[in-house]
């Protein structure tokens, strides 16, 4: 038996980075057995297939479309997304989450215990970080998920191992005229600024 | 059939269409939350597009981001610009600052990069053909009437691959028939089933199927050299501005070690007999099957390819040339030897009349500005995202078919031989002689995929040997610390990339980026048109198309896909709404 949790998103486009936010709070808030694996996939289309394969349940993490207040949390189960209708593709890459589950059973490969745990967006424009409602809702996400994780008998031990508001995408360097997510991600972004005319750390 | 069709009553924003019901507009349009991505306009008249306009409708000036940013980090932002195409974006970033330091990449390194990249590229062009494309051109429908045990007749004469059995056949084909029977067709309910432009046999269609589903575990396969060079993927994590972080020590269990490299050894040694037995035939099978597309849609004939794979530390040679071609006339090409090449270093412009930036006119790269001006959509003014590249004033068409072009026309062996081969099992199988100039088209886009697919699973057993040889040297160094300047200096990355010429503009200011500007393939595939209102490929290729039902626009579907674009990659947000997210009108 082997899990994976997959955070999906792009990390540049403001609360698109939910999926991987929640997956790197995990993966610091929480030490897993081998089985389990935390996976931030960013935005893979249909190469999610190759990430489903081998595992037998997977935990999805994304934004979700629709209405709804920005921050809201929904749980999808696999059979809700399979039945999602496919739409013709302009560009191949399309989002894929139901069509990679769908090949994924298809092919006969499963995985077949999948749920889906989805943020409403606030904003997903072009900057690093999530918004103020996402944020708070990112730490609920991770419960959802560590109880998920936890009901299928993979025990989550706490390890706290660093602050996950300093993931590199939301540190803000100097210059950019990106006002950085807390004061001090701003003081570290400093002290890591290249150093002009010496070599490489 | 989950197709959301649209028909309205003539008017604009068509324009200039009420009363004239001899000519239609289609926009294919996916609506997604974010505002869609890719949007095709299209006037059909009398029974053939007449008009297009390539519209990419989300901002795409991602690469701001990069601004005021440490160059040796620019990497780990831009493999973030799209998800499908993470590694490229990593390796054009180091390229880019390596270039603009004049710093010398040690020899492992480019080997180690080179591996990646062709295991990227054939993870990439295996997924096009079978899992994003071939379902325009293969009819699931049809695949019940298929005869197994014929199907697996027509694979041997095909390849000795083993994995063609009547048993293997029979199987697939229990799969679609248990899914047409549950009504729950998931995955194929996107396709034009029973479409008048279908046109393989029953048996082709079960055979490209069964390929499909192999498909799955050698596009996996590929993945897993990327994973093991790359440590990770997507998004690696090996790379470093002046070579790679793989520490390479063949008695040490921690690093580049014999083991490792025997692990990518056995997976390229299952991975080219896919590529080259089966991939390549199926290409050749399907266009031989469909001879009436090497006629349709050739579109822009300017064709643009940089050299790739770097057989030294400095890149001055590459085992996969580069160059330009004009017009379609081989005897044109004029070769482009590197990123240092001046041709190209001043060749390339950005144009901007049409799309949603200030100012109008064209902007090199380094000079490149990326400010916001949205318009709505005006066929005669701005209506697109895309910038328009243009390369000696001129569009370009990029991607594996101007590889193979370029090869072919630079009398490179390995081009030559692949196309060769390719060609003469098409001609066999359409009955007539199918020549290199008929590449030019929308199926020559597919069979140069498959054909840049054969010579890269070539080259892949031909990199493992270098590096296996240099390192048995003793060479075990991979890394050459840079240093910054102070003062401004400019540099360019290059990379061929799976969907074509790839670059990224840098300018280092005192050790920190002040510009950043990347050029990718589909921005010169999709450019709208420039200010001499000369259209992009996408443009230029469908006009001519023939339509057989407005109502289900496959053959526009045929030609945009045959390009592999890419530009819905950079956001992703699922519609569990179960809303259709795509939607075809038709004016």
């Known amino acids: 038996m082997s899990l994976a949790v997959i955070g999906l998103g792009n990390v540049l486009l403001g609360d698109d980075g939910f999926g991987p936010f929640v997956v790197e709070l995990l993966r610091r808030r929480y030490a897993f057995p081998p089985e389990v694996e935390l996976l931030d996939l960013g935005t893979p289309g249909l190469g999610l297939i190759s990430y489903l394969h081998g595992h037998d349940a997977v935990v999805i993490v994304d934004t979700i479309a629709g209405g709804g207040a920005p921050g809201e949390l929904r749980v999808y189960e696999g059979a809700e997304l399979e039945r999602l209708p496919a739409a013709p593709r302009v560009s191949p890459h399309d989002p894929a989450v139901s069509e990679a589950l769908a090949v994924a059973r298809l092919a006969g490969t499963g995985p077949y215990d999948v749920c889906l745990v989805g943020a409403v967006p606030s904003s997903l424009e072009l900057g690093a970080g999530l918004s103020r409602q996402v944020r708070a809702a990112a730490d609920a996400a991770a419960e959802i998920v560590r109880r998920r994780v936890e009901e299928r008998g993979f025990a989550a031990q706490r390890h706290d191992a660093g602050q996950v508001d300093d993931n590199w995408w939301l540190r803000a360097e100097p210059g950019n005229g990106r006002a950085p997510t807390c004061p001090t991600v701003a003081a570290r972004a400093l002290a890591r600024r290249a150093n002009v005319g010496s070599e490489a750390a | 059939m989950e197709l959301h069709v649209q028909a309205r009553a003539p008017g604009p924003p068509g324009g200039g269409l009420r009363g004239e019901p001899a000519m239609r507009r289609i926009t294919i349009d996916p609506v997604t939350r974010i505002e869609g991505h890719l949007r095709i306009d299209t006037e059909v ?6 008009k297009a306009w390539a519209s990419c409708t989300m901002w795409r000036g991602i690469e701001t981001i990069l601004r ?43 080997l180690i990069r080179n591996l990646i990249l062709i295991a990227h590229a054939l993870h990439d062009h295996i997924v096009h053909f079978y899992h994003l494309s071939a379902l325009d051109w293969v009819d699931v429908a049809a695949i019940p009437k298929a005869d197994p045990t014929k199907a697996a007749a027509i694979a041997a004469s095909l390849s000795d691959w083993p994995g063609n059995s009547p048993q293997e056949m029979k199987k697939v084909q229990g799969k679609v028939v248990a899914l047409l029977q549950s009504g729950q067709l998931g995955i194929f309910a996107n396709g034009y089933w029973g479409h008048p432009a279908m046109k393989l046999p029953p048996e082709v269609n079960l055979l490209a199927l069964t390929h499909y589903f192999q498909a799955l575990d050698f596009q996996r396969k590929a993945n897993q050299v990327v994973a093991i060079l790359g440590g990770k993927t997507p998004h690696i994590q090996n790379l470093a501005v002046g070579g790679v972080m793989n520490a390479i020590n063949f008695d040490s269990l921690a690093t580049l070690n014999l083991d490792r490299l025997y692990m990518i050894k056995g997976l390229f040694d299952e991975i080219v007999p896919f590529v080259q037995q089966v991939y ?26 940089v050299p790739d794979l770097p057989v030294d530390g400095k890149a001055t040679a590459f085992d996969l040339p580069g160059g330009r071609i004009l017009g379609g006339e081989q005897a044109s090409v004029k070769p482009i030897t590197g990123a240092r090449d001046e041709v190209f270093r001043q060749g390339v412009v950005e144009d901007l009349t049409h799309a949603w930036y200030k100012g109008r006119g064209a902007q090199h790269p380094w000079q490149g500005e990326t400010d916001p001006y949205y318009t709505d959509f005006r066929d005669d003014g701005k209506y697109t995202w895309v910038k328009a590249p243009r390369f000696e004033g001129k569009p370009m068409q990029v991607g ?13 062996a390995l081009t030559r031989k692949w196309t060769d081969d390719a060609l003469a099992r098409v001609s066999k199988i359409a009955g007539r002689p199918v020549g290199v100039d008929r590449l030019q088209s929308t199926m020559g886009r597919y069979l140069s995929r498959a054909v840049r697919s054969a010579m890269l699973a070539e080259l892949a057993l031909k990199h493992w040997e270098r590096l296996v040889d240099n390192i048995s040297k003793g060479d075990t160094t991979s890394y050459q610390a840079p240093s910054f300047p102070k003062g401004p200096v400019e540099g360019v990355g290059l990379h061929e990339a799976p969907r074509g010429t790839l670059s990224h503009w840098v300018v280092i200011k005192d050790g920190v980026l002040s510009n950043y500007q990347a050029v990718v393939p589909t921005t010169w595939n999709a450019s709208p048109r420039d200010e001499g209102g000369l259209p992009g490929p996408y443009e230029a290729s469908l006009i001519g198309t023939p339509i057989a039902d407005p109502e289900k626009p496959l053959e526009i579907l045929r030609t945009v896909h045959s390009f592999d674009p890419c530009m819905a990659c950079a956001c992703h947000t699922l519609d569990p709404a179960g809303r259709t997210i795509a939607t075809v009108q038709v004016l």
Not at chain 2, 291 to 297: E, K, N, R, T, V
């Open chain 2, 45 to 50: 008249d009398g029974g053939a597009v007449s």
């Open chain 2, 68 to 110: 005021g940013r440490d160059p040796r980090e620019a990497w780990v932002f831009a493999q973030r610009f799209c998800g499908v195409c993470t590694t490229v974006h990593a390796m054009a970033s180091v390229r880019a600052v390596e270039d603009a330091l004049g710093l010398d990449v040690p020899l492992n390194a480019q």
């Open chain 2, 280 to 305: 390549l035939p199926d290409a050749c099978a399907i266009a031989g099957f469909y001879p009436d597309w090497f006629g349709i849609g050739a579109g822009v004939r300017n064709y643009l390819a």
């Open chain 2, 400 to 412: 594996p078919l101007a590889n193979v072009l370029v090869g072919y026309a630079e009398q490179h």
